[in-house]
Nanobody, 126 residues
Framework: EAQLVESGGALVQAGGSLRLSCATS????????IGWFRQAPGKEREGVSCLSMTDGSTYYTDSVKGRFTISTDNANKTVYLEMNNLNADDTAIYYCAAAEGPYYYCSVSDRWYDVWGQGTQVTVSS
């Protein structure tokens, strides 16, 4: 059974950085896509970034472009979300999600994904 476990969330000051991790297990092959999503209190879930493990293609939503970087460590089967220059609007629970492929693209539509982690809290103080 495919599973995802997020970690790395914390309380950080505005302008600071965090690296979130998404540990993957149980996938039948390495051909899947990973998405990072976030949900702030009272708001809908928002797709932040995604990565195709098949061809390495990535996508970032406009609000995080230039500040967030998605990457993977294939040996450790972990996907990371490096977040820099954080601001209060980045405060949310962050989730990673997976869709088994292969996929030569990725999407930040949450309907595309069928495996979800439990989430990790990121709080940015101003």
């Amino acid at each position: 059974e495919a599973q995802l476990v997020e970690s790395g969330g914390a309380l950080v000051q505005a302008g600071g950085s965090l690296r979130l991790s998404c540990a993957t297990s149980g996938f039948t092959n390495g051909e899947y896509a990973i998405g990072w999503f976030r949900q702030a209190p009272g708001k809908e879930r928002e797709g932040v970034s995604c990565l195709s493990m098949t061809d390495g293609s990535t996508y970032y939503t406009d609000s995080v472009k230039g500040r967030f970087t998605i990457s993977t460590d294939n040996a450790n089967k972990t996907v990371y979300l490096e977040m820099n220059n954080l601001n209060a609007d980045d405060t949310a629970i962050y989730y990673c999600a997976a869709a088994e492929g292969p996929y030569y693209y990725c999407s930040v539509s949450d309907r595309w994904y069928d495996v979800w982690g439990q989430g990790t809290q990121v709080t940015v103080s101003s």
